[in-house]
Nanobody, 123 residues
Framework: VQLQASGGGLVQAGGSLRLSCAAS????????MGWFRQAPGKEREFIAA????????AYADSVQGRFSISRDNAKNTVYLQMNSLKPEDTAVYYC?????????????????WGRGTQVTVSS
């Protein structure tokens, strides 16, 4: 099982980035997927999740209205569109495959994790 996250980089405050996470075939088609992030010295935190059909989503309060999660099951890929980025969004972003089909905010609810992609927002 492999998850490959991409799309991170350096952006100015107010800018946008789109993260992608491609899962190996058959890994995620019946499972919810999520994005988490971890800043230096902080615990990993939930950002967004999407159900296996894409009809249900969940967001952390800190990104609600700025970030949008979506998925393309034909491509086994989940996306995170990040707008109006702030310096406090700087972190390594991880994608993960959930244990079940419904989105969850709990780290323990995810079974597979990608290696992460760095997002840096300058002020």
């Amino acid at each position: 099982v492999q998850l490959q996250a991409s799309g991170g980089g350096l952006v100015q405050a107010g800018g946008s980035l789109r993260l992608s996470c491609a899962a190996s075939r058959g890994t995620s088609s019946n499972n919810a997927m999520g994005w988490f992030r971890q800043a230096p010295g902080k615990e990993r935190e939930f950002i967004a999740a999407i159900s296996w059909r894409g009809g249900s989503t969940a967001y952390a309060d800190s990104v609600q209205g700025r970030f949008s999660i979506s998925r393309d099951n034909a491509k086994n890929t989940v996306y995170l569109q990040m707008n109006s980025l702030k310096p406090e969004d700087t972190a390594v972003y991880y994608c993960a495959v959930a244990l079940f089909g419904s989105p969850t905010t709990e780290i323990a609810g995810y079974r597979y994790w990608g290696r992460g992609t760095q997002v840096t927002v300058s002020s």
